[in-house]
């Protein structure tokens, strides 16, 4: 499970959990090559090799315990977040293990947490817009832009 610190004084531990979704198939190479229309098509689940790439430029956002916590994940490999609630600053670099879970190491370490901190499974596929609960019944979701 995915531990997240949060809150005022002394930040609580919150668990995130996500779904085991899987990422939706690439559209065969030759599709455009046969067709005479160009077609320009944007996909904001996943990109080819890369479950994260609809978090770029784009705000992950999840609700528990009471506490807010957007997070922003970049293409080389770093992330910011806040708990607004509290004006509580995240950063750090993160990776996809072999098994595909994101792990984050934290700079500086939240207390409690202990880096790496690692999703229990894959990143789920979800585009934005997508609004869903993780497995611990947290709300989450993921918004256009930086918010």
């Not at 690692?118 to 989450?140: I, L, Q, Y």
Request: proline share 10%; glycine share 8%; with cysteine.
């Amino acid at each position: 499970m995915r531990s997240l610190m949060i809150g005022a004084a002394l930040l609580a531990t919150t668990t995130l959990a996500f779904a085991d979704d899987m990422p939706a198939a690439p559209p065969p190479p030759d599709a455009a090559a046969t067709s005479t229309t160009t077609t320009t098509t944007t996909t904001t689940t996943t990109t080819a090799g890369d479950p994260m790439a609809v978090l770029y430029g784009n705000t992950l956002i999840a609700t528990a315990k009471g506490f807010v916590v957007h997070t922003y994940y970049n293409a080389d490999h770093t992330f910011k977040g806040v708990v607004p609630a509290v004006n509580y600053e995240l950063a750090g670099t993160w990776e996809l293990s072999p098994a595909g879970a994101v792990c984050r190491t934290f700079t500086p370490e939240p207390p409690g947490v202990t880096n790496p901190d690692c999703d229990a499974g894959p990143f789920p596929s979800h585009a934005v817009g997508d609004v869903w609960k993780d497995s611990a019944g947290n709300d989450v979701s993921i918004v256009a832009g930086v918010q």
